[in-house]
T-cell receptor
């Protein structure tokens, strides 16, 4: 069974641009969560999608948005990029929504660098 | 707000020794905890989890201990191997069903 895949793996953008990251969960998994990982802040929760609906949202500005498609693939978008958005963006999938005890499987991440 | 901290940012152990990685959490209502391992260039990998109605859970070479009284979580790795070298994170799930992660402890195994 293939794991969680994220594309692209690396991305370089400049301030003010926007970016879209993609995540394909493990087959059969319906929940996708996104996290931002930086050296100083660790992993911070962005949002969770389940069956195309946003279930939870972390404390990030509205420039960060996401969506989930009917095949459970998810995208996240960051508009008007800032230098501080440089980070590793991780996607995690699980069978069900995070309301229960569910193991999350992480992808390798997308390394975003904002210049 | 939530706070999940780790007592030591780095830990070095001799191969074959046991490792103990500690984690403190702040929300006494958190009911589910996970330990993850993250190797360089990879995403976090699930190691072991524990619910708040338990105080100990064992896996293969790993044991998680939960002390709800002092809001402390620990991961014990038996007979540490070079392949165990990685960053270890604890995560708590709060009543809002969000996961909060610590910043991680970097474990180095000395051959």
């Amino acid at each position: 069974k293939a794991g969680v895949t994220q594309t692209p793996r690396y991305l370089i953008k400049t301030r003010g641009q926007q970016v879209t990251l993609s995540c394909s969960p493990i087959s059969g998994h319906r929940s996708v969560s996104w996290y931002q990982q930086t050296p100083g802040q660790g992993l911070q929760f962005l949002f969770e999608y389940f069956s195309e609906t946003q279930r939870n949202k972390g404390n990030f500005p509205g420039r960060f948005s996401g969506r989930q498609f009917s095949n459970s693939r998810s995208e996240m978008n960051v508009s008007t990029l800032e230098l501080g958005d440089s980070a590793l963006y991780l996607c995690a999938s699980s069978l069900a929504a995070s309301g229960g005890r569910n193991e999350q499987f992480f992808g390798p991440g997308t390394r975003l660098t904002v210049l | 707000g939530e706070s999940v901290g780790l007592h030591l940012p780095t830990l070095s152990v001799q191969e074959g020794d046991n490792s103990i990685i500690n984690c403190a959490y702040s929300n006494s209502a958190s009911d589910y905890f996970i330990w993850y391992k993250q190797e360089s260039g990879k995403g976090p990998q699930f190691i072991i989890d524990i619910r708040s109605n338990m105080d100990k859970r064992q896996g293969q070479r790993v044991t998680v201990l939960l002390n709800k009284t002092v809001k402390h979580l620990s991961l014990q790795i038996a007979a540490t191997q070079p392949g165990d070298s990685a960053v270890y994170f604890c995560a708590e799930k709060n009543t809002g069903n969000q996961f909060y992660f610590g910043t991680g402890t970097s474990l180095t195994v000395i051959p």
